[in-house]
């Protein structure tokens, strides 16, 4: 795998969109290419090497591609969106859509995300060292697809919004979480070590959730039905198993009616 | 002789109640006397002929004070900024008119800024719940001649929508509701015990921000699961729960009308998708529509005309000139404010100075900020340039959607003495930047 060294330069007045810093548009392309690929400040059309200033090689392919981001982003998002295959690291913070609409491919932040993290992501891994804000792999305005396949870890904590109508791929908080998880889910799996403060597998017609710490305000809508122990995140722990949204429509399989789980440790 | 003009739409909430009788002066300049509308209303027809009302721009000048100016040099000055400004924002629309907003929308796509309305901060949350879930609402005329069971949920109209309960819901008698109030059942939920409560059959006051956990509550009565309810939920007990899921699930016809109690607590838009979700169940038993108390008599006016412009109600982010973008979290007023993501500011409409959380105001103030707006307010007090209009449905005439999306042709009732509306206004904007566009290409 080939490596491309992008260092910050120039800090921008206001957000950049850095839509162009995945390893599918690096592919195949020279330093100087890589400088003249498109980045937005408002209405203002840049280029990326007016802010970055790029060492190394990329790969022939996306896949082949490691990029690897230096100095401080905060304010720049839409890093790895859309990407496919290859590596990010970020080596600061970074702000919104990291991964959004992701379908291959790693990318790690070494500091904390801004809300929208992998949104609609479809395939892939995101591993955030920091926190991560509001809509952890939940659906973009309007769809009723969320995440649908992949990893997201954030190993801080996280706000509002984590799953919201996912269909697949496994979400792993590793701190504590605000308010609705898996929130019209329909599959997938999200798995908050922390604490939460509630609403958790509303409106969900299936999916998984685990939660290690407190459930604060459970929905009404969930039924103890008994006591479990399942394999989660490579150890073996004993839940307490409920069933809902019982307020939900509900599928039927082979005349079984699938509900959504939650999963509370013991 | 004064003049005596009927059927007047009245400029403040969203009830836009178009019964108004307004007597004039002789000389077509003085409101003499107002007519069934609420005291706030009567307000409103009142300032729009006082002589304290600003009557020409004001630009701030190095000493902190503010100079006449003409409108030309006003135009001259918001152009100049928005065609250097990188990201500017254009907020407010609350009270004007439908032309008035279909000129910022060219505006903000000629300067390649974002373009935002008051649903921002209050039924924003809806629009988000209407595309993730759909909307099964009706006209409030269908209302009157209809309902028999109404829901206020996290709404006060005593105090909000002063005539809603008696034009609308509660009080009037309708085509199949002959009997007014006397065959309605109200429901009001809110944790407080408010004047809408007072007239209320059942009020139940539910712990503040758990409205989530009553909605799940009531569907699962109604999807067949009651018996599986706890004791208590969101502080509402199991038996109240169940008696008024039966009216509800036997109403002939029932509506739902929510309001800030549930877009401004937390989970926001979840609130709005799962009452809807409430209402699609409720209507494989009974009839029944939801409706979003709109606050402005003309706040659903931006949404209807950017929504064919754009594609989006609100939040929309045109700086890409060739496709609209929308994302409230990201696009949102008081997020990119908070963030200072914006670095021009126009206030139209409303009093972002007054509405805004101060940080918000504090980052904002750091870049030029406009105020168009017919009246002094803290938003105009604070701006480096406030340009007056005329007040939409007094001095100028034009469309504007009611809080159930009906448009209502709105009538000028007195003359605008030399003000420009701010459909004239805008457009005078946008055509001094196409020129300045033009230049710098």
Known sequence: METVTMTLVQQPELYLECYSVTPDLFAGKSLA?????????????????DFFKFEGKSGATAAETKI????????MKRFGQQMTGGEIVINSDADMYVGGWMRGGKITVKGNADSFLGIAMEGGEILIEGDAQNHVGSAY?????????????????AGNDIGTAMTGGTIIIEGNAFIHVLTHAEGGTVIIKGDVEGRVGGQMVKGDAYIFGNLLYPLPGFKKIGTVEKEVDG????????????????????GEIIYGNIYMKI | MPKVIENVGCPYCGC?????????????????????????????????????????????QPDGSMKDITYDEAIEWVAQHLYKAKKPLMYGFGSTNCEGQAAAARVMETAGGMLDNCATICHGPSFLAIFDNGYPTCTLGEVKNRADVIVYWGSNPAHAHPRHMSRYSIFPRGFFTGKGQKKRTIIVIDPRYTDTANVADYHLQIKQGHDYELFDAFRMVVIGHGKDLPDEVAGIKKEKILEVAEIMANARFGTTFFGMGLTHSDGRNHNIDIAISLTRDLNKVAKWTIMAMRGHYNIAGPGVVWSWTFGFPYCLDLTKKDHAHMNPGETSSVDMAMRDEVDMFINIGTDAGAHFPIPAVKQLKKHPWVTID??????????????????????????????????????????????????TLLNRIADRLDELNAQGA
């Open chain 1, 33 to 49: 290419e890589i400088a003249e690929l498109p980045a937005h400040e408002g209405k203002i059309l840049w280029k990326l090497g």
């Open chain 1, 68 to 75: 690897v981001v230096n100095g401080n982003v905060k304010r």
């Open chain 1, 141 to 157: 305005r309007g769809d009723w697809r969320g995440m649908s396949g992949g990893l997201i870890r954030v190993k801080g904590k």
């Open chain 1, 235 to 254: 150890t073996t722990y004993t839940f307490d198993q409920y069933i809902g949204d019982l307020g939900e429509r509900k599928t039927k399989k082979k």
């Open chain 2, 16 to 60: 836009s109640c178009d019964d108004v009788r307004v007597t004039v002066s002789d000389d077509g300049k003085k409101v003499l006397e107002v007519e069934n509308v609420c005291a706030i209303g009567t307000e409103i027809f009142k300032h729009g002929s006082s002589d304290h009302r600003i009557r020409s721009p004001r630009l701030r």
């Open chain 2, 374 to 423: 017919p009246s002094i307010n803290m938003a105009s007090e604070i701006s480096d340039l406030h340009i007056p209009v005329c007040i939409c449905g007094v001095d100028v005439g034009g469309i504007v959607y009611r809080m159930d999306n009906v448009p209502i042709q709105f009538r000028k009732v007195i003359d605008n003495q030399g003000l420009l509306d701010d459909e």
